[in-house]
């Protein structure tokens, strides 16, 4: 069994960060759920937009969001900051996350009364669920355990032949050593259904596949536009993509060889391990947030080149996403001079200096080293700046 | 000698990996990086964009890594990029 310096939980799982967390019921409470995490140092607020205005699945989506964000492993301990008058109060949430085994503890406007009540409480609270925190120390803990989100971005040509293989050939390794990699963004896999079937595992899974994409189909052709100029998007055409169909190979190329256990709805935990694909966006923000709440500990965000390879930090909402470290891997020789801004740099596929597979086991050696406290770039460079964290929606907002 | 890049044996587009401009021959190597022979460049074509490697017809599927990624909306001649003005996607409106 390989080994990390994890951080072991009660429920079992391992975490690869330690946080204290200042969680909001709802997006009413985000600014007090700041306010009370300013007071304890080291402590974060994970704010988001889950709101009254979703109903039916997406308010169910948005209950889970927050109940998943609560109980995964990189988040030590907890302190929900609630209302009274939202469709998920505090102590339902506080009973869902408290099943991991680790503190948690609520304050609500409903029953402090004030303001300034509800601070004071709140802050004297988060200090004692942080010192618990605090407590938990690193221990070596299975890499089998580990679950990746993986993203792609700023893609290309290369996407196909250097960054989203070697994440692939990355996600490869993971899975022999009987790890988890989920991967996303549906409107991504039209034009590479074949190569997803192929390697599924089941009669059931590919079906599920043809399910997914035609209802993205569907979608596509109720809007009536032609998708060009968003998949692919401009980047991705100066970059040398043509249509969604090219861009598509690339993008499932990150999921490596291993069969395809499942598709999963968008928040639907994986039942095994392996390689899973989830139902959803290609916007980050909710691609990563809805790895997360099903337990994800790491992220990757392979980028192609291009414009978005200069901005050190992560694009699209990732960035300021600290509970999830993720790391950064570059393909495109063109943006050689910024490698040092990436976790791995992949333009030597392209160049002829180095493999896939050597490169994908430099990435996977990467991945222990950041589940095991190693800082990514990304995380260097964030400071104290924090992403609102967007939760996903399908349907009718209010 | 510049070289494009082939991903599939059946594919008719391969991938270039320099800016290219027109007249220049370049080198087709496949997904191993090995030689497997040269076209010859008749417009500029610029980084990781393509080049056809065949005359592709019009309303014909352009194939990369064995795969449709589209199809021709006029004649494209070897040794032409194959990009957005000539190509178009099967997925969304037309």
């Known amino acids: ?398 | 000698m510049k070289r494009c890049i082939v991903l599939a044996a059946k594919d008719n587009v391969a991938t270039v990996l320099a800016d290219v401009p027109c007249g220049e021959e370049i080198l087709v190597v496949d997904q191993e990086f090995v030689a497997i022979g040269s076209v010859l460049a008749i417009e500029d074509i610029s980084y990781m964009h393509k080049i056809s490697l065949q005359t592709i017809e019009e309303g014909d599927a352009i194939v990369k890594f064995g795969a449709c990624i589209g199809v021709s909306v006029q004649k494209i001649e070897t040794g032409q990029q194959v990009h957005i003005h000539n190509m178009r996607s099967l997925v969304g409106k037309k």
């Open chain 1, 1 to 398: 069994m390989m080994e990390f310096q994890g951080y072991l939980r009660a429920d079992g799982t391992v975490g690869t960060r330690n946080y204290t967390v200042v969680l909001p019921t709802i997006d009413c409470a985000n600014a007090m759920a700041k306010k009370i995490a300013d007071g304890v140092v080291g402590a974060i607020p994970m704010l988001h937009n889950h709101a009254c205005i979703r109903v039916g699945e997406d308010r169910r989506i948005g209950q889970e969001t927050v109940i998943g964000i609560g109980k995964n492993p990189n988040v030590g301990a907890v302190l929900v900051v609630g209302i009274g008058c939202e469709p998920m109060c505090a102590q339902p949430i506080v009973d869902e996350i408290q099943k991991t085994g680790k503190p948690v503890d609520f304050v609500s406007i409903d029953k402090e009364g004030d303001y300034d009540t509800l601070i004071a409480t709140g802050i004297a609270k988060l200090q004692e669920l942080k010192a618990k925190a605090d407590a938990f120390t690193r221990e070596p803990c299975d890499v089998g355990k580990l679950i990746i989100s993986i993203k792609c971005s700023a893609s290309g040509t290369m996407s196909l032949i250097s960054n989203n293989p070697v994440v692939g050939a990355a996600m490869d390794l993971l899975v022999q050593h009987g790890g988890t990699a989920i991967f996303s963004e549906t409107a991504e896999i039209l034009g590479a259904q074949q190569i997803l079937k192929d390697k599924s595992v089941s009669e059931e899974v590919k079906k599920k596949i043809d399910a997914v994409s035609a209802d993205m189909l569907r979608k596509i052709a109720d809007a009536g536009v032609d998708i060009l100029g968003s998949e692919p998007n401009q980047g991705n055409i100066q970059n040398g993509l043509t249509t969604i169909e090219e861009k598509s190979l690339g993008a499932v190329s990150k999921s490596g060889t291993t069969p395809l256990q499942d598709v999963l709805q968008y928040g639907e935990a994986p039942k095994g391990t392996g390689v899973y694909f989830m139902d959803g966006s290609s916007t980050s923000a909710p691609l990563f947030l809805g790895g997360f709440m099903v337990g994800s500990q790491v992220g990757i965000f392979t980028m192609g080149g291009g414009l978005p390879a200069r901005f050190r930090g992560l694009p699209s909402h990732s960035s300021g996403f600290h509970a999830l470290p993720t790391l950064k891997v570059l393909g495109s020789p063109a943006e050689v001079d910024v490698k040092d801004d990436f976790d791995i740099y992949t333009g030597s596929v392209i160049t002829g200096e180095e493999s896939i597979q050597e490169l994908g086991r430099k990435l996977f050696e990467k991945i222990i080293a950041v589940a095991g406290g190693e800082e990514p770039v990304n995380e260097q460079v964030v400071g104290d700046y924090q992403e609102m964290l967007q939760v996903y929606a399908i349907g009718l907002l209010m």
